[in-house]
């Protein structure tokens, strides 16, 4: 791709998504359509089963979305009202939602170099409520779950992870979604493994807390008799997205060798460009396997090469919105969170998904390089 070509690389292409496997939905679409089977059939089992099978886990639920399956996890552990859980302040609102939703109070840790949350920062944010560390598995890499998981030991706390953003990743050889009591995941279309709507899954080893979460997905209902046994949630994963999870997931190791491919590229096409932090290389660590979920930067000039990048037909955007949980005042959530703050001054995400060519990739590079006139 060449300057004064007309180029236009959206951070994400909605429709792509779909022309990608249009065939393959609209099969799905009829099959699916012509059975009737639209709530908890077949399909959704089979995901459910195939989800599980990949993560190794004992069970795996489809829900409406992750908030809704960080809420259940919550209630499934027994949060208490005013236990105190503390979740990286780089995140998604919804992290907190559901623990307040759930009973409990946030409670804001900083992130590290890599913006995940620092295990220092939750030794910091400890108090005599504390109750629960939720590690978010953030832009397709595991945090330093081995510092946490011994924070968490040391101090007899439960261990919940927002995996949203991780499927596939790992650290130390183990997926993340794996490391604590139960994790939930997200399916939403810009996401590693996304459906065509709003979509999550809870994924856990512990029988009990498996059996709550299958009644609090189904009104609070018992599969086995239909007895409502407590006040549950509207919250089942359509067995039509299902249907198109359970066929990309038939691939997903080619989507993350594509993911890894293009920040490969904007890895090795950056690395010398003045001002820039970039992620770890995909390559940096043997610890980590990163799935890279998002590409995201820091920079001093973020307004400026934003800019210069959409007129070059380069979309980015901010990470929620350019503010942390913490930062939005009227929540209320209180933490020490100094580097989190910083990386919400410098923070930009180039454009990273299964669409993106090689040759876009590129262009992109090419493009930063050349505003910063290197």
């Known amino acids: 791709m060449k300057k004064g070509q007309l180029v236009k690389i959206p951070f994400f292409n909605y429709a792509g998504a779909f022309q990608s496997l249009e065939e393959d939905f609209v099969t799905i679409f009829r099959d699916v359509i012509k059975r009737g089977a639209f709530i908890q059939q077949s399909d959704l089992a089979d995901f459910e089963q195939h989800l599980a099978d990949y993560l190794g886990v004992r069970h795996a639920f489809g829900v409406a979305n992750a908030t809704d399956g960080l809420t259940m996890i919550w209630r499934s552990v027994g949060l208490a009202a005013g236990d105190e859980v503390i979740f990286p302040s780089h995140t998604m609102v919804a992290t907190a939602a559901a623990i307040v939703h759930a009973g409990g109070v946030p409670v804001a840790a900083d992130c590290g170099d890599d913006h995940l949350i620092d295990p220092h920062s939750i030794e910091r944010a400890l108090t005599s409520r504390t109750r629960a560390v939720c590690p978010v598995q953030l832009n397709g890499r595991t945090a330093e779950m081995d510092a946490i998981k011994e924070i968490c030991e040391r101090h007899g706390l439960l261990l919940v992870e927002d995996a949203a953003q991780a499927l596939g990743s790992k650290f130390n050889n183990q997926l993340a979604g794996t490391f604590g009591a139960a994790a939930a995941f997200s399916f939403y279309p810009a996401k590693l493994l996304g459906c065509l709507g709003d979509g999550g899954a809870v994924v856990t080893n512990d029988d009990e807390i498996a059996a709550q979460i299958e009644l609090l997905r189904d009104h609070g209902r018992s599969a086995a008799t239909g007895e409502v046994l407590t006040w549950g949630y509207n919250s089942r994963l359509d067995n039509l997205q299902a249907a198109f999870l359970d066929r990309q997931l038939r691939d997903y190791s080619e989507y993350v060798d594509?993911?890894?491919?293009?920040?490969?590229?904007?890895?090795?096409?950056?690395?010398?460009?003045?001002?820039?932090?970039?992620?770890?290389?995909?390559?940096?660590?043997?610890?980590?396997?990163?799935?890279?979920?998002?590409?995201?930067?820091?920079?001093?000039?973020?307004?400026?090469?934003?800019?210069?990048?959409a007129e070059h037909g380069v979309g980015t955007i901010r990470q929620w919105g350019g503010r942390a949980v913490h930062q939005f005042n009227s929540l209320g959530v209180r933490g020490d969170c100094d580097r989190t703050e910083l990386l919400f001054e410098r923070c930009l995400m180039l454009p990273m998904n299964i669409m993106v060519t090689s040759a876009e990739a590129e262009y992109v590079v090419s493009c930063i390089r050349e505003f910063h006139g290197v």
């Not at 390559?283 to 590409?295: C, G």
């Open 258 to 309: 594509v993911r890894r491919s293009i920040a490969r590229t904007y890895c090795e096409g950056l690395a010398d460009v003045p001002g820039l932090r970039l992620p770890p290389h995909p390559d940096a660590d043997a610890r980590h396997f990163d799935v890279f979920q998002n590409f995201e930067i820091e920079t001093e000039r973020r307004h400026e090469l934003q800019t210069y990048l």
